[in-house]
């Protein structure tokens, strides 16, 4: 069924330049009525200017959707060719966070001011774009390799307290995270529907896609093995594409640096150095992980301000492994 439409002020142009309509404004208004059709399913081009002799007839261009000389049709509003846009190594990325780091200096099991300035960096970087997950550890509350064998508790059950100890440092980080305005979802390797949603991979990539900060608790649900390794898996199930471990200490060093006073920080390293020198950087089961799904790994220290930001944004930070720092990324 055709409906009327009353149009005012246009008037029908054919142009050589442009393959669809274009309608132009008349200098004597005249009321016409335009016959539109449902079945009618082509797209017309309309022109708001009043001249189109400075173009030779044609409608004026954009580039990349941004207006002219690819400057922002809107004023106050930025540009969408993404000349704005600072480099970024990584656009996707799982943050390790141990147990230990979250306790901080405190004798508390959590020290809230630690909990806030991760908060604070990660609020810093998701605004660039950037999708942020987050593995936690529980060992600042119970570590399930030390208390194995105490009192008849057999390493099973022990490594399953060790996960409800993770549950507890998510919850705590989501609650600090969404208090300035951060939104985020803690996903448990088993269920906790009542404190938590269950680890579903499509759902923790949907997710990151909104912008929200996923916080990965409960390890990988089963004994036997770490947190590391849990942070080595959810890299490489939702396509994350570096895992950054911080901790309390700015790298890995070619000696114990408590011991040693001279030990050198190694800026990288290969899998294969990890594994031959033994280095106490992740377990094996998260090095071989990682090595086999080439995810590289940043260890860096959480204790100083702003490396968590640099970290995330790929600055040169910490211990790179089983990776490279590229031209584009800024040294610190």
């Known amino acids: 069924m055709a409906i ?33 059709d449902q079945n009618f399913s082509r797209r017309v081009l309309i022109s708001c200017s009043s001249s189109l002799s400075s173009n030779n007839g044609s409608a004026p261009e954009s580039t990349n959707g941004s207006g002219l000389n690819g400057q922002s049709s809107f004023p106050g509003m930025p540009s969408f060719d993404g000349a704005s846009k600072p480099p970024l190594k990584w656009r996707r990325v799982l943050l ?49 390799s030390t208390w ?50 269950p680890y579903i991979r499509r759902r923790a990539i949907r997710h990151l896609e ?29 396509n994350a594409e570096v895992v950054l471990k911080a901790t309390n200490v700015d790298g890995v060093f070619d000696d114990d640096p408590k011991r040693n006073p001279n030990a050198r920080l190694l800026e990288s390293l290969t899998y294969q150095e990890v594994t031959s020198k033994d280095l106490s950087v992740m377990d094996m089961t998260a090095i071989t992980l990682c090595q086999e799904n080439n995810i590289p ?18 600055e040169r930070v910490g211990t790179l492994i089983g990776g490279t720092w590229n031209s584009v990324v800024a040294a610190t």
Do not use: W
């Open 148 to 197: 194995a064998g105490c009192s008849g508790l057999d390493r099973s059950s022990a490594d399953y307290i060790g996960m409800l100890a993770t549950v507890m440092n998510a919850i705590f980080l989501q609650a600090t995270m969404e208090s300035i305005g951060i939104p985020t979802r803690v996903q448990t390797a088993f269920r906790m529907s009542e404190v938590a949603e």
């Open 4 to 36: 009327p439409l009353p149009l005012t002020t246009y008037s029908l142009i054919s142009t050589s330049s442009i393959s669809r309509t274009s309608f132009v404004p008349l200098l004597r208004p005249r009321h016409r009525y335009f016959f539109s």
């Open 210 to 238: 909104k912008g929200r900060v996923v916080i990965f608790a409960a390890g990988t649900g089963n004994p036997f093995f770490t947190t590391d390794t849990a942070a080595a898996l959810r890299c490489a199930e939702i």
């Open 96 to 144: 390790k966070v141990s147990g230990e780091a979250l306790a901080g200096d405190e004798e508390q099991n959590i020290d809230p001011k630690v909990t806030m300035s991760i908060a604070r960096e990660v609020a810093a970087v998701t605004r660039l774009g950037i999708e942020v997950a987050i593995v936690v550890g529980g060992g600042n509350i119970f570590r399930g």
């Open 297 to 314: 790994v940043v260890v860096f220290n959480l204790s100083e301000p702003g490396n968590i930001a640099k970290a995330i944004k790929g």
